[in-house]
C-alpha cells in the first residue's frame, strides 16, 4: 500500500509484528527438537516428534565387543542393525567376537590390539572392504580371504597365523601380513 499524500509506501504494523511472531514462533520449534532429539516433543498434548530407539537388540558374549558395540551405537545413534558400517575397537580387551556376524553391513573393522583367535564371524560381512586386525591371536583367517569386496586386510602381529598362499590374496588392495609370512 502507499501512501497518495507523500508516495511513501505505508507499513501496516499489525502484519509485520504478525510476520515476526510466526517467524519467532517457528524458530522456537526448530530448536527446541533440535536440542530434545532424546525426547518425545508435544503440542497441544499431541505428540509431534519421537526419537528412534537406540539399537539394544543384540547379543555378543565379551564385554570389551560389548562396551565398543554400545559406544559405536550411542555415539553415532544407531537404531537398527543394517545402520553399523564402521566399527574401531582397538585395544578393547576383546577375546571373542561371537555375536558380531549379525551387523553384517560393516565395511571398515578395526580390532587391532586384541586377544581375538577365532574369525569365524567376520566371513559373513559380505560388505567388509577394509579389516584391521593386527596384534591379535589369530592363526587361521582362510575365511576372510574371499570376502568379495574386502579390500584391505592387516593380520601383522599375529604370530601363529598359518601364511595364506598368495593366489588366495590376489583380489585385495593391500595385505599386510605378519613378519613370518613375508
Known sequence: MV?????????DRGSVATMVF??????????TINGCQQYDVSFNERVVYSPRP?????????????????RAINDRKISSVGELQRLECQGAGIRDITGLGR?????????????ISGVEELGVMLELRTLILENNRIEDA?????LPVLAVLNLRGNPG??????EQL???EKVTLPRHCQ
Do not use: K, W
Open 3 to 11: 501512501n497518495a499524500m507523500s508516495c511513501q509506501p505505508v507499513i
Open 22 to 31: 510466526r517467524l519467532a514462533a517457528s524458530l522456537l520449534v526448530l530448536l
Open 54 to 70: 537406540l539399537l539394544d537388540d543384540f547379543t555378543v558374549d565379551d564385554p570389551g565387543l560389548r562396551r565398543c558395540l554400545e
Open 103 to 115: 551387523f553384517s553391513s560393516l565395511s571398515h573393522v578395526d580390532l587391532s590390539d586384541n586377544a
Open 142 to 146: 582362510t575365511r576372510l580371504y574371499n
Open 161 to 166: 597365523l598359518r601364511c595364506p598362499a598368495p
Open 170 to 172: 590376489q583380489q585385495l
